[in-house]
């Protein structure tokens, strides 16, 4: 790799988060969905949060900073990835991997709960299904996808969509930026 290619890497993913900021109602989404999530946990409800790969990754890092603290000290918030590994493997052993987030779903999720459902495409099956398992629940759904939305796009109450990317790193950028985006805006707003 060359330092221009280097040099371009950065450059793309500026390029990228560019397009994002400016379309305004990306921004006006961010808020909305942190009132969501900070009227569900003063309401003594939770976030629940999925992914596959580097998705889960960013799932339990939107936990573990709501459990935790991002910026300030303040009060343990409740947030919690799905990523058990022994859930996951019994789940995916008894009832196939398609299951591993809707069981989980449908045994704690409670009506006034949020999921914050994360597929760089769209179309993860597992994501969708826990997505299905929470709308039979009357659990808000909010989306961080990529590409067209895929079919998570029309499932859920607020999707919200990195910029068009041949690549899933820059999908996972942008949502990272939005996952520490809500934080802040909720430790802001508790």
């Not at 994360?118 to 826990?130: D, F, L």
């Not at 109450?157 to 910029?163: G, N, S």
């Not at 520490?180 to 805006?185: D, F, G, M, Q, V």
């Amino acid at each position: 790799m060359s330092l221009k290619q280097i040099s371009n890497h950065f450059l793309e993913a500026q390029k990228v988060l560019a397009e994002f900021i400016d379309n305004e109602s990306n921004i006006e989404k961010i808020k909305t969905i942190g009132d969501a999530m900070v009227s569900a946990i003063n309401n003594g409800q939770k976030i629940i949060s999925c992914g596959n790969g580097g998705s889960m990754s960013d799932a339990m890092h939107f936990a573990e900073e709501m459990t935790g603290r991002f910026r300030e000290n303040r009060k343990a918030l409740p947030a919690i990835a799905i990523s058990d590994p022994s859930h996951l493997s019994c789940i995916s052993n008894d009832y196939g991997y398609d299951f591993v987030f809707s069981r989980f779903v449908e045994s704690l999720g409670q009506k006034g709960d949020v999921l914050l459902a994360i597929s760089t495409s769209g179309n993860s099956k597992n994501v969708i299904e826990a997505i299905k398992a929470a709308k039979a629940k009357g659990i808000f759904v909010v989306a961080l996808t990529g590409k067209d939305g895929g079919k998570m796009a029309d499932m859920v109450d607020i999707e919200l969509r990195a910029p068009q990317s041949e690549w899933a790193d820059r999908v996972q950028e942008i949502h990272i930026k939005i996952i520490h985006s809500l934080i802040h805006y909720i430790e802001s707003n508790i």
